[in-house]
């Protein structure tokens, strides 16, 4: 039996290896090892050393500075069970991103792990944070447009210790590190063909940003599913799919929406009469159904139409994209058609694989593409008679 004033020995210091090793009479390697592996030596020996450490009152939580240090002199990989994550400015603001936040919290939290949130206008302009200067950080969650996350890397990989530690892209696959992706080039294809084959044949398509198809963004890949679902059916994309700008004021309200009843606050405003929308709807009567890159904007383009005189579904038909803003009116309930992407399921994922990659249980870098679904409810019908 082993006797010991496990409240004199708390409060002089911190219990270690050396104080078990010293009462068992063996080396602070074997009790290391008894703690970590019990199967690497006789189960009386383990025993011993695992009654030792509980009754001197041995926390392994306390000793993590020890480990670490013994570790990186040995060369083996630490885990601090710490990951960051680098976000754009307008994060916080919208559903879109809570719901992308609450799959990847519940996750790290499950799994214990704690989480930095990072703006990315700091990394660009060469702020980090301590921890990573001191490397502490196990590997990086990036949600940001392709271009600015390969920027976000080359800084992290040349510049810190963070070196080539795992990292996983959101929504838009990046060169480097793996991806967890929504099918957003197959919603989009869906939501037009379901609009073709309620017979409507020409369609505008709001956007935030013209859709560069040299870089996979999610917005390339929306903007590609629309045209294959045109040509599929027979029709050039060139002369049966409009686009308009939102305009830098209405999409900065869009994406900083807190919510649905933010967004019905502006209706009946009279600058929506003059918005190009409206201007290329009275230029091209031929246009039947309006397309949008996410919910909060649809939201906004209800209220424009609404507001220079469209019916929606009667004379226009519209399709949200991400259902995450309802679009309520008098019956209380979402009436927004939308493409409707897995964006917790999305955060899960990319949790999920990046524990994966740190704990070196997936190797390699891997992209991982979740399906979409097309959610049909009231803002969409067949078209008006010409």
Same mark, same amino acid.
């Given at each position: 039996?082993? *006797? ?29 090892r ?16 695992q ?10 939580? /306390?000793n993590l ?12 990989? *630490? ?17 879109? !991103? ?5 799959g ?14 990072v ?22 969650i990036?949600?940001?447009d ?29 060169d480097?590190c ?24 020409? !369609? ?13 963004? #999610? ?17 050039? #994309? ?5 686009? *308009? ?52 904007s ?12 469209y019916?929606? #579904? ?16 008098t ?14 399921? *999305? ?13 070196? /249980? ?18 969409t019908? #067949?078209?008006?008679?010409?």
């Amino acid at each position: 039996m082993v *006797v010991a004033n496990n409240s004199n020995m708390s409060r002089r210091h911190i219990v270690t290896l050396a104080d078990i090793a010293a009462q068992c009479g063996v080396t602070k390697v074997t009790v290391s090892r008894a703690l970590r592996d019990p199967a690497r030596h006789s189960a009386a020996l383990t025993q011993r050393i695992q009654q030792v450490a509980q009754e001197l009152g041995y926390d392994p939580d /306390k000793n993590l500075g020890a480990q670490r240090m013994a570790m990186r002199k040995y060369g083996q990989e *630490v885990i601090n069970h710490l990951v960051a994550m680098v976000f754009p400015p307008d994060y916080s603001k919208a559903h879109y !991103f809570t719901a992308l936040h609450d799959g990847i919290t519940d996750v790290l939290s499950k799994e214990g792990y704690g989480l930095l949130m990072v703006k990315s206008p700091y990394l660009e302009s060469g702020f980090l944070p301590a921890c990573f200067h001191r490397g502490e950080i196990d590997g990086l969650i990036i949600y940001e447009d392709p271009m600015c996350a390969a920027q976000v890397l080359r800084q992290l990989q040349g510049e810190t210790p963070f070196g080539q530690r795992p990292v996983v892209s959101l929504i838009s696959a990046t060169d480097g590190c793996s991806s967890v992706l929504a099918n957003q080039q197959q919603g989009a294809y869906d939501a037009l063909t379901y609009l073709l084959d309620l017979g409507h044949r020409h !369609f505008l398509y709001i956007h935030g940003r013209v859709p560069n198809q040299q870089i996979a963004s #999610p917005v390339a890949q929306g903007w590609s599913g629309y045209r294959q679902a045109c040509a599929e059916k027979g029709y050039d #994309p060139d002369r049966h799919l409009f686009t *308009v700008p939102f305009g830098n004021e209405l999409w900065e309200m869009a994406l900083g929406a807190a919510g649905h009843l933010y967004l019905n606050s502006v209706a009946g405003d009279v600058r929506f009469v003059r918005h190009p929308l409206i201007r290329t709807l009275r230029k091209h009567p031929e246009i039947t159904a309006v397309l949008t890159p996410n919910d909060a904007s649809a939201i906004l383009a209800y209220h424009i139409l609404q507001t220079a005189g469209y019916r929606v #579904p009667e004379d226009i038909s519209l399709i949200g994209f991400d259902d995450t803003d309802p679009l309520v009116v008098t019956r209380k309930r979402n009436i927004l058609t939308t493409v409707h992407l897995p964006l917790e399921a *999305v955060g899960r994922a990319s949790a999920k694989l990046l524990i994966d990659r740190i704990t070196g /249980k997936i190797t390699q870098d891997i992209t991982k593409t979740l399906p979409t679904t097309l959610v049909v409810r009231e803002t969409t019908a #067949p078209p008006p008679p010409q």
